[in-house]
T-cell receptor
Framework: NAGVTQTPKFQVLKTGQSMTLQCAQDMNHNSMYWYRQDPGMGLRLIYY???????DKGEVPNGYNVSRLNKREFSLRLESAAPSQTSVYFC????????????FGPGTRLTVL | SQQGEEDPQALSIQEGENATMNCSYK?????LQWYRQNSGRGLVHLILIRSNEREKHSGRLRVTLDTSKKSSSLLITASRAADTASYFCATDAGGGADGLTFGKGTHLIIQP
């Protein structure tokens, strides 16, 4: 099992460019999450998907869109990148309601110039 | 907004000593979790304590929870160099599919 995988690992964008961060999990988990981590901060929730076909906003959704493509994949899109979106992005997944542990991917380090 | 606030922000101790980190939070919770993050890596789940539990052990880890004070502590006994990492508490308000709310973390350095 690979667990949670994310691509790319690193990305540099210019202001106004768009890109999609990919996330996949092979643990048959229902719920998936996107977080961002800024220097000296904990993680903040951007969007989450409780199950295939549903998505909900988290604490900091502005400037982002998400797609739960299927049970395995949950992508995060920046339509028009801004320097304030420079951050490390983590995808996570969680099993059923009786299992509250989240499993994290290795992260994508994004720089917007 | 950050739910959990860890204290201290940074901690440096000698190998073999015990390390204690504290976490305070603001609202009611279903459970509280502790995660470890090694430099440049993703987070790894360490331990979960439910709101009706007061203490939990896992190997060299001991977690306490005081819901009346809205606080938790993580104790790592007999620390090792490999324990050097950042430690985050995370609260789960509903216990369902909602995401976790993380604190800013404690950076722990174990001196050999």
């Amino acid at each position: 099992n690979a667990g949670v995988t994310q691509t790319p690992k690193f990305q540099v964008l210019k202001t106004g460019q768009s890109m999609t961060l990919q996330c996949a999990q092979d643990m048959n988990h229902n719920s998936m999450y996107w977080y961002r981590q800024d220097p000296g901060m904990g993680l903040r929730l951007i969007y989450y998907s409780a199950s295939e076909g549903t998505t909900d906003k988290g604490e900091v959704p502005n400037g982002y869109n998400v797609s739960r493509l299927n049970k395995r994949e949950f992508s995060l899109r920046l339509e028009s990148a801004a320097p304030s979106q420079t951050s490390v992005y983590f995808c996570a997944s969680k099993g059923g309601p009786l299992n509250n542990e989240q499993f994290f991917g290795p992260g994508t380090r994004l720089t917007v110039l | 907004s950050q739910q959990g606030e860890e204290d201290p922000q940074a901690l440096s101790i000698q190998e073999g000593e015990n390390a204690t980190m504290n976490c305070s939070y603001k609202t009611s919770i279903n459970n509280l979790q502790w995660y470890r993050q090694n430099s440049g890596r993703g987070l790894v789940h360490l331990i979960l304590i439910r709101s009706n539990e007061r203490e939990k052990h896992s190997g060299r880890l001991r977690v306490t929870l005081d819901t009346s004070k809205k606080s938790s502590s993580l104790l790592i006994t007999a620390s090792r160099a490999a324990d050097t990492a950042s430690y985050f508490c995370a609260t789960d308000a509903g216990g369902g599919a909602d995401g976790l709310t993380f604190g800013k973390g404690t950076h722990l350095i174990i001196q050999p």
